[in-house]
């Protein structure tokens, strides 16, 4: 049996190391000591939790009963992979703070606030200490996530830890999640930065704000443009995470996502089917194929609460979850195979993803050269921005509706193809 709690760290704001951020929560492996010079992470990695953890994948056991046959991580069927006893760490999962300046109506947040023990904020003294330790101790690095139950750059140092880490371990990829409510250059003043995933819900205002409560959209399309603006090796990388929710999945708004993401340089725009309240009614895992998807930017992935729904069942869940459950109106498990997936989820979601695949990129290829000729066609690498980017008004105008509408037709023909199959 396996389990990824062997390559990864998770560490909360208070200094807690837990499981991980699904049902391992609950569990509690160990904790920075910041006031205690003589502390060190490898103790920790070598302690009676850990030791327990080991022995029982090597038994092929869950570790923790009643806790693991819940959690997504465990693989069963696989031999343990122990990274850690070799020094090296895959993730390390940082929660730099609970506090958050929005109010998203299916967060944990608020709940997580009133129930986690202090400090909600971590001391940038624990993030050295910690840094050091795994330095010291000759630890492997290869990314650092900053993303918990708050907003990270609602922590005023925010930047210091991203240079603190730089500083300690040059080499690692560090990635942030955000909500991007926030002006780039003064949040992230010299915050060498390798990706930056931003989560926004909407091109206007009016949807965005439903589930975004407190945010401005157009602050965080600048936030992203200004992310792309920077030099060469400060500039990140810049995904935009929009979750489908039935404010705002009208063909128009998720159309004009997809030319604004090409307009600031996002390197992604990730649609994300979510199993919570307010989630698309019109997109929904069986007709992903049908999104109006034109731009090689998109991917569309599956928010994990879907699994998460099914693997909790009813009882055993930490307060916060609780709390979350009932406000999020989570619907009723799907259905499962043995492995813990929902059998026909896969391909649908790879059907989806397919329509920004090289052979969906020809076919609008196909309808380039009848519309302008073969020579011409050659030289075009992405038929939707040409037309959109021409400067003959006529090819502005009507190209990008001529394309939609053969790549509309395109889908429908080939999903109704694959149905009487
Ligand atoms: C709790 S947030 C913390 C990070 C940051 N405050 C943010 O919103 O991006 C962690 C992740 O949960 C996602 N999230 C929030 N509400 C969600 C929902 N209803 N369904 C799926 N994902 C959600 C966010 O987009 C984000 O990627
Ligand atoms: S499967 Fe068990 S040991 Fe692994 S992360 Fe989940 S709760 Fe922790
Ligand atoms: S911005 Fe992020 S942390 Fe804050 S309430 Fe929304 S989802 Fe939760």
Request: with cysteine; hydrophobic share 35%.
């Amino acid at each position: 049996m396996d389990c990824e709690v062997l390559r990864t760290l998770y560490v909360k704001a208070n200094g807690q190391i837990r499981c991980n951020d699904d049902v391992g929560e609950r569990v509690v492996l160990g904790a920075v000591d910041d006031g205690n010079s003589d502390w060190s992470i490898a103790d920790v990695l070598a302690n009676e939790p850990y030791a327990k953890i080991r022995k029982a994948l090597a038994d092929d056991r869950p570790p923790w009963d009643g806790v693991c046959e819940q959690c997504p991580f465990l693989a069963r069927g696989s031999a343990p992979r122990d990274l850690l006893v070799e020094r090296r760490i895959s993730m390390l999962h940082l929660e730099p703070t609970l506090a958050c300046n929005l109010r998203c109506p299916c967060c944990s947040n608020q709940a997580q606030l009133r129930e986690r023990p202090q400090p909600h904020t971590m001391p940038v003294g624990m993030w050295d200490q910690l840094l050091r330790s795994l330095r010291d101790g000759n630890y492997e690095l290869d990314v650092i996530r900053y993303e918990g139950q708050g907003e990270p750059l609602m922590h005023p140092q925010f930047s210091e830890f991203v240079q603190l880490a730089r500083k300690h371990f040059p080499a690692t990829r560090q990635r942030l999640t955000t909500n991007g409510n926030f002006d780039y250059a003064s949040k992230l003043a010299g915050a060498p930065l390798d990706d930056v995933l931003v989560s926004c819900d909407g091109v206007w205002q009016a949807s965005y704000e439903q589930y975004r409560v407190g945010g401005e959209v157009e602050r965080v399309i600048q936030f992203m443009r200004d992310g792309r603006k920077l030099t060469p090796e400060r500039r990140p990388t810049i995904r935009w995470k929009y979750i489908l929710f039935e404010f705002n999945d009208s063909t128009e708004e998720l159309v004009e996502a997809q030319r604004v993401a090409r307009d600031i340089g996002a390197a992604q725009l990730l649609f994300i089917v979510t199993g919570t309240k307010y989630r698309s009614q019109k997109y929904a895992h069986e007709n992903l194929d049908t999104l109006p998807i034109e731009s090689d930017l998109v991917a569309v992935h599956l928010h994990p609460v879907v699994d998460l729904v099914a693997r909790h069942g009813e009882d055993q869940r930490p307060p916060w979850l609780d709390a979350m459950w009932r406000k999020r109106g989570w619907p009723r498990a799907p259905r499962l195979d043995t492995t813990g997936h929902e059998p026909e989820l896969k391909p649908r979601l790879a059907r989806a993803n397919d329509r920004t695949s090289p052979r969906a990129r020809g076919h609008n290829a196909t309808l380039l050269k009848r519309l302008c000729g073969k020579k011409l066609a050659k030289l075009i690498r992405d038929p939707v921005a040409f037309c959109r980017d021409s400067r003959h008004s006529l090819v502005r105008s009507l190209g990008p509706v001529l394309l939609r509408r053969v790549g509309l037709w395109r889908t429908s023909e080939s999903a109704n193809r694959s149905r009487r199959r």
